[in-house]
């Protein structure tokens, strides 16, 4: 069973940061494309940023140069280290993969950035 675990959100002020990990089971971690999306409230969900399993990282344009994403595969874990955070990152941030056939997606964590 392909399970995966979003944790480090919480309520963060403008300007500061936070560093989200996804701890997978259940699938050969190291194969995998690995990425993380996000949902506001009211919002649909959208794409932040992406760790293939070779490859060059990629990031949506509102986070590009803000947000990191890397993977420890000796730890089946990617994380998502979000700096100069704003009131606009506000969401719950959703850890995925896929293969051929299935999506796979966390239960997500919420992240609040506000004063």
């Known amino acids: 069973q392909v399970q995966l675990v979003e944790s480090g959100g919480g309520l963060v002020q403008p300007g500061g940061s936070l560093r989200l990990s996804c701890t997978t089971s259940g699938i050969v971690f190291s194969i995998y494309t690995m990425e993380w999306h996000r949902q506001a409230p009211g919002n649909p969900r959208e794409f932040v940023a992406r760790v293939p399993a070779h490859g060059n990282n990629a990031y949506a344009d509102s986070v590009k140069g803000r947000f990191n994403i890397s993977r420890d595969n000796t730890k089946n874990t990617v994380y998502l280290q979000m700096n100069n955070l704003k009131p606009e990152d506000t969401a719950v941030y959703y850890c995925?993969?896929?293969?051929?056939?299935?999506?796979?997606w966390g239960r997500g964590t919420q992240v609040t950035v506000s004063s």
């Open positions: 995925k993969t896929h293969t051929i056939q299935t999506d796979y």
